[in-house]
């Protein structure tokens, strides 16, 4: 059995899967802003769980600066934590060795391993309350990425340099038009929305240049009423030379972290020992 632990600002969910990659359960709890708080919760949900013989697990979090070799995490786009040291901290929980990484790059890390027949070259996008990326490459992480995500493309926007997230991420749309995505129904504010997004689209691409890109998050699930208006607007902005990629959705998009950090804790520990 494997454990995967989805770290979220709000939500942390705790899920065993089977050797096989298959989730046979999962406990949620409110993630506490005080870190050694969360550290109690997770110390009483794991006995809790009836699946307790791990052969190693992943972590997923939403760390904008990690340190993948000690195991530190320094910053967080949405927790208060800093400068903790959550790999061990959690290993003495769990019993058992662990791998820790961004949660984008866990989901793109899990919706590439569905494409590995099709595609080589995955960048995974997701668009929640913030803006995440991740960019697989032959099945492997690319960690040489950053992790602060939409914080740090700088794109013009009303005539100023702003962080993509501030003004196209699913707090940003929030902000904008008073609605949440799934209360968005008319074309024109889609239309608009996704105008913005290609922006930073259009940025990633010429950067990575992927084969795929795979959107998922909050308003990724909502894919089917803006996809065609943002593959128009990306065609716009064609770039010379570079060949545009495929847009699709994300297939597991509510689980992408969970099923990521079953991947990476295999490749890592595939019989319980360092691979």
């Keep these: 059995m494997y454990v995967a632990i989805d770290i979220g600002g709000t939500k942390t969910l705790v899920a065993v899967l089977n050797n096989e990659g298959v989730i046979v359960e ?4 409110l993630t506490d802003k005080k870190y050694q708080d969360f550290l109690n919760e997770l110390k009483k949900t794991i006995p809790r769980l009836e699946h307790k013989d791990f052969i190693a697990g992943g972590i997923g979090l939403p760390a904008t600066r990690l340190d993948r070799k000690h195991g530190k995490a320094f910053n967080f786009s949405n927790l208060p934590w800093e400068d903790v040291n959550i790999l061990e901290d959690i290993k ?3 019993n ?12 793109a890390l899990s919706e590439s391993m569905l494409l590995k027949d099709k595609y080589k070259e995955v960048l995974y996008v997701t668009i929640s309350t913030g803006i995440g990326f991740g960019l697989v490459l032959n099945g492997k992480i690319d960690t040489s990425i950053g992790d602060g995500g939409g914080k740090t493309i700088l794109l013009e926007y009303k005539d100023r340099l702003m962080p993509w997230e501030e003004f196209a991420s699913g707090h940003a749309i929030y902000k904008k038009y008073g609605k949440k995505a ?21 940025h990633l691409i010429a950067i990575m240049q992927p084969e795929v890109i795979v959107i998922g998050g909050g308003v990724g699930n909502y894919f089917n009423r803006f996809s065609h208006f943002l593959r128009d607007d990306i065609e716009k902005y064609k770039i010379p030379l570079i ?31 360092s691979n």
């Design 26 to 29: 999962q406990i949620r709890f």
């Design 92 to 94: 003495d929980i769990t």
């Design 96 to 107: 058992c060795p662990m791998v820790i990484e961004n949660d984008a790059k866990m989901a």
């Design 182 to 202: 799934k209360d968005i129904k008319d074309e024109k504010t889609w239309r608009e929305i996704s105008h913005e997004l290609a922006k930073g689209f259009i």
């Design 243 to 273: 060949k545009m990629p495929v847009i699709i959705e994300a297939q597991r998009p509510d689980e992408a972290v969970i099923y990521g950090c079953y991947d990476l804790a295999k490749q890592y520990y595939p019989n319980g020992k």
